[in-house]
């Protein structure tokens, strides 16, 4: 593989890998909270809250790198503070991570809170009537009934990852080994005349990675149905 | 009568301006679509009902020509820019003399697509031509266009930048460092062509207005050489 | 252990209003189908919160609306057998056992998980989803949840409804010995005449939201009036004791210094045990029968004589001697009161039939 | 009309092959929890397709597997009332009820809503979503869901098991309605005696997924061994005629040339109905006792004794003038048996109080 | 609104809107097949369908785009079809649409997915019994129940519509009037130095729609939630 591409664009597919992944595993635990926080708390500004989830739904991914840049640039109070402590995330993979995060986002928390919302509260009842805490019904009530959905939220989030660019080349920009993730060295393989040849090559990658995940997830999602249904 | 002008869009303040200008005179309406050079030129090989192309670069206006979709002898380069070094309006007075991997440390250099985007490889050419890309190359932060590049500076992302003179002109939160020599990159140059296909007088009458007094003055204003007829 | 509960709740179109207190022992929770059974007990598992509540067990204050008190139900340390069952979908027959079980403060052990599956037939399924369950072991299943939880008080809303007789009787001395050997009160909804009859140390009748009718099982059962049962099941409670088996598989016990004949019964020697006899299930005789097949033939006077409906009669009658009397209930035809003429202080004879004292209406001691 | 069923089908650890000819009426399908009664119906509304499966209604085959047909669901027009009700969570009592009736190409009327609904007791919940009914309530729904389909065939299991006796005994008659007046064929699921012996034309006993025994009501409520109620349920069933109603409330009926006193049957003079004499309500004399309160007292020979269980025994009896004589069934207990010196041939008297055929257990016309 | 934002913003609003809804309402009876078949049919090739349509997530939206540009352009065979039958969508408001509906598509078919697969078939069985035709059954049972799915999915699907830039600039161009949806006009500005204001204020007009129609949807899940609930 490493041969088809070369080593500049192989290292731009493991990088896409890297920042898929830990934007997916990272902003799982948020988007459940989230999730949780929407389908069954009540409290004032929920509906803010949800208005913010989706803000990278609804805005073009261009402006959310650029609000992204603004925020956290090295110069900007917050951006600053984080470089300080060695966690600032511009021009840095980190940053990649967290744009296609955020991006993915919504996805994730929708998914989640739709299951969340189909799980039938009186059997969370009867686990409490047993003497589990809430933190125990959610883990061994909850949390196994929604796993469906939080794995069609992680695959959403993931194959966003993959796919993102506008928010990611505005915020991080382009640096290759850094921040070059596959849509970016795809677009910039766009730009020039008969540069489509190599785009198609990263195209396909990274069609195969997210349909790879795909696959894996649908089988899961199988093993887990058939779980319910009794073994 | 509509003239639909597929325009860099760099040259959209500009073109506006002088659309309207046009508009008053003629009675014409002028559709401005702005979007990147490589985006328009496919649009316009895949059939896009443009009837003026003003590319950024004079690759796509090759490739476009390539596939014989313009009118003969309509071709020619309009606009001409510089490239220049760019900072904070605050930031340490630096020139192209300088070791410039030096000033930036840890920090990143704005650029344009260095491969991709006519303002980066026209950068990189310039830093090499000037010695000082292989210790820069490194620290490059390209963006998606100039205007990306410009907005990192802007926001104080990154220290300095490499863009158009047209671009940082207009830029508040930036200012101009240095110029770089025209000769230590290729020519900066707009090409504009008549697309072929659909006969409009009014399209001829914006393309020959385009090379007007009127226009020209726009054009200057906005920080852009005008390339003589 | 005292159960005491008070509740007033309003949903739209039903109002709540329920006190009473239940001894120590199985109290039946008795009334029509939407008359608040559920909703009381919902309350009492702390799954529903009333607009008003007071439920206190043996001293122990699980709510108290008026101080703000509000155990949730996880601390309340019940075993709630569901009317709707409620398994756990994505575990195992096992793990839906386990759940309660390994939260409780002492667990129950391996011996007696394994006799709680043993009692409900769950053996063989284990391994098994709740999807792939039969409506009568799904409940099966919702009973040994409860049971395995360890817990302090049992809510028992129509445990036995999908299960036929034969497993009914085998679960049935299960809850008795709960009830007797570990006595945790029970709070147990049931249609059924016999669990009623055989299990409950009180009854609770309620109607539309309200409690109608509150006492020891002996009374509600005694009263056609009362009880929720239907006037076939009306009876007498006796309180009797074993006095011997024999050999022919009857068991011989004393109520009010009066012999009986029933059943061998699972009792020791010298064991208390508490004896339904229905009302349906007595005949009366002027003179003594002679060579009939009903082995108990009971002398007794006649106290009260009490119309039921348009065609029958319930007869209270004292049997056995003075001092140690028993009150034993006969319900005959309008027409054999007239022809037999029965009336207060009549002296005549109660004939029961052994087998009438069903094995199943048998047995409880105090 | 007849059903026919034969079904073979393989879960995981358990098998199905069932065949079985029902007669025109109301087929109760008896076995103990986890025998395969719910998979049976479930294969003849065509929600569960098995291995092999052949059903036909009447002439009319629903399935065939050996030849590829398999009506769907839909086109069977059956009434099937789930053992876990199933209402459809999104739409209100009404609608839930004029689902079905909306599709029945003879839409049940105005009238006949009114009447299910009335008998029901859904009126005041029409509006109700099912999320907010009792238990009983929900059951109750379903059914009328069911019944106002206007199906072809009834499929009910366990249908009245979360309801208490007075609502049960409102909605028997409707059953029986069914099954007499619209000859609809009914196969219907039930752990419970009551409603068995009243409504069941034959009986089809299942065990661990096979047919263990299989007639008429009569013959299998008449063989203890066959019952799957129970010794204590087992009786005869007396094919009668109403003669008479009396003033103080008691019915007269004739049973093969023998006079039965019953309380009053809701039927016509001249009617047929069916009386349920359970063995363990009848007692026997060598004598005819007199001054007792047992209106029946009927003479009768021993045809057969045969020992029950270790203390008891079933005494068959011939009653009535030969030639139209009834089979009676008497319980008693081995002592008796001895006592009585109870043999063959022995002549003696049955005694049946009138009090003990009860109104839930008479009534039903051929 | 028009006042403050100009004639040309204006217009851009009202072809956002038109372009959103327009893309929302004709993906939904298509995503609610397509989650209808991945989630209850058996069929060879299903996980290329599945694949297909997490396409537009995996993809950078100008991979999506230039790959509707190759099929549907006037040039192309199938686009020039379809130009013949006057439905061309190339640089027309309604390429516009399709882009956005395809980038939105797979977030529709997921939501709906997961509510598809939470309905409880024993209701389907139970009206089957009751004479319901496959059709009616459908249309009287499954429906009103994924409703809360579908409506997850249309907001997912407008919100998505509504933020689109990357297909739709690299398909349809961005023409004033035609094309140039909000992101596309906001886009433009950032292009120019000093258009940030403009920006801004397309911005803040593309998330009060975008947050109008999240509550209404809300609003009405509530609604849906209180009919099951019971009233
Ligand atoms: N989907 C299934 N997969 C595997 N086994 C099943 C499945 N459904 C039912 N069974 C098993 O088949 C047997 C018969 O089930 P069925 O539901 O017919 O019992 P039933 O006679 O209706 O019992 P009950 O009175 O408890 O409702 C049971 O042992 C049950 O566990
Ligand atoms: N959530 C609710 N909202 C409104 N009314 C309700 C709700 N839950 C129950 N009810 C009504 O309250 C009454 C009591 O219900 P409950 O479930 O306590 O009855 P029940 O005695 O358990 O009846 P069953 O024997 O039928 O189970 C019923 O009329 C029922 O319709
Ligand atoms: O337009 Mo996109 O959606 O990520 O660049
Ligand atoms: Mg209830
Ligand atoms: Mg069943």
């Known amino acids: 593989m490493e041969g088809w591409l070369g080593p500049e664009l192989w290292q731009a597919v493991r990088l896409s890998i890297r920042v898929s992944a830990w934007a997916t595993v990272v902003a799982m635990p948020l988007a459940l909270l989230t999730a949780w926080a929407l389908a069954r708390w009540a409290f004032p500004g929920k509906q803010i809250v949800n208005g913010i989830v989706h803000l990278p739904l609804i805005l073009p991914p261009v402006v959310t790198g650029y609000l992204l840049l603004v925020v956290l640039s090295p110069r900007a109070p917050v951006g600053g503070f984080l470089a300080d402590l060695g966690m600032g995330f511009a021009f840095r993979w980190t940053g990649a991570a967290l744009a296609a995060g955020i991006m993915g986002f919504p996805l994730m928390v929708r998914a989640i809170r739709l299951s969340l919302e189909a799980v039938d509260p009186r059997l969370e009842a009867a686990a409490a009537t047993l003497g589990a805490s809430r933190m125990r019904r959610f883990a061994t009530i909850t949390l196994p009934l929604i796993l469906p959905g939080m794995l069609a939220g992680a695959v959403l989030g993931f194959a966003k990852a993959m796919g993102e660019f506008g928010a990611t080349i505005t915020f991080v920009s382009n640096i290759p080994g850094e921040t070059q993730t596959m849509p970016l060295a795809i677009y910039a393989f766009l730009q020039v005349p008969g540069g489509e040849d190599a785009a198609l090559r990263l195209v396909i990658v990274s069609v195969v990675i997210a349909m790879g995940a795909l696959l894996v997830s649908e089988w899961i999602a199988r093993a887990l149905a058939r779980r319910v249904a009794g073994a | ?229 | 252990m005292t159960v005491s509960v008070d509740l007033r709740h309003r949903f739209e179109g039903f109002t709540l209003a329920a006190r009473f207190e239940a001894p120590a022992g199985l109290t039946a929770l008795f009334g029509r189908s939407g008359s608040g059974k559920s909703t009381v007990v919902n309350a009492v598992a702390g799954l529903l919160r009333p607009d008003h509540a007071r439920i206190e067990i043996g001293g122990r204050v699980l709510a108290d609306t008026e101080r703000g008190l509000w155990l949730p139900p996880e601390k309340r340390r019940i075993g709630y057998i569901f009317q709707d069952a409620r398994l756990f979908p994505h575990m195992s027959v096992r793990q839906n056992l386990d759940y309660g079980r390994k939260l409780a403060p002492v667990p129950p052990g391996r011996a007696e998980f394994d006799r709680v599956v043993g009692m409900l037939g769950l053996e063989g399924l284990l391994a098994r989803r709740p999807a792939r369950l039969s409506g009568g072991e799904t409940s099966r299943v919702a009973i040994g949840r409860a049971l395995l939880a360890g817990p302090e008080m049992i809510l028992a809303d129509e445990p036995l409804a999908a299960l036929d007789e034969a497993r009914k009787a085998e679960i049935l001395p299960y809850f008795e010995r709960l009830r007797d050997e570990l006595s945790i009160p029970i709070l147990y909804v049931s249609h059924a005449a016999g669990e009623v009859a055989r299990l409950a140390t009180s009854v609770v009748a309620i109607e539309a939201g309200r409690v109608s009718g509150q006492g020891s099982a002996a009374q509600i059962l005694g009263d056609p009036g009362l009880t929720p049962l239907g006037a076939r099941e009306a009876g007498a409670m006796l309180e009797a004791r074993v006095v011997a088996h024999h050999a022919d598989g009857l068991s011989e016990v004393q109520a009010g210094g009066q012999v009986l004949w029933v059943p061998r019964v699972d009792r020791p020697e010298g064991a208390a045990l508490r004896v339904h006899v229905r009302a349906q299930d007595v005949m009366l005789a002027l003179v003594r029968p002679e060579g009939i097949s009903a082995l108990n033939v009971i002398p007794a006077v006649v106290r009260d004589v009490r119309p039921v409906g348009a065609d029958g009669a319930l007869v209270q009658l004292g049997a056995g001697m003075a001092g140690a009397q028993s009150t034993l209930l006969a319900r005959v035809t309008a027409r054999s009161v007239s022809a037999l003429g029965l009336r207060s202080g009549l002296e005549l004879f109660a004939v029961l039939k052994a087998v009438s004292v069903a094995r199943d209406q048998a047995a409880r001691p105090d």
């Open chain 2, 1 to 229: 009568e509509t003239v639909t002008v597929f325009a860099a869009s760099s040259l959209k303040t500009a073109l506006e301006e002088i659309a309207a200008g046009f508009g008053a005179e003629t009675g014409d309406q002028v559709r401005l679509s702005f979007a990147g050079s490589s985006a328009m030129a496919r649009q316009i090989m895949a059939g896009a009902p443009a009837d003026l192309f003003l590319s950024a670069n004079p690759g796509w206006m090759d490739a476009v020509e390539a596939e014989g979709l313009l009118v003969a002898g309509t071709r020619r380069d309009l606009l001409g820019n510089a490239l220049v070094l760019i900072g904070a309006p605050d930031g340490p007075e630096v020139g192209l003399g300088d070791d410039l991997a030096a000033v930036l440390g840890d920090d990143r250099l704005a650029m344009a697509l260095v491969e991709a985007v006519p303002a980066g490889i026209y950068g990189e050419a310039a830093l090499e031509a000037l010695g000082q890309w292989e210790a820069l190359a490194p620290r490059v932060a390209q963006a998606e266009n100039v205007r990306a590049a410009l907005a990192l500076v802007a926001t104080g992302a990154a220290p300095l930048g490499i863009v158009y003179r047209s671009d940082a002109q207009a830029e508040p939160r930036v200012r101009v460092l240095d110029t770089f020599a025209a000769d230590t990159h290729p020519p900066i140059t707009y090409p504009v062509a008549r697309i072929a296909g659909r006969e409009t007088p009014a399209a001829d009458a914006f393309l020959a207005y385009l090379g007007g007094e009127a226009a020209r003055a726009v054009f200057t204003r906005h920080g852009f050489d005008v390339i003589g007829e």
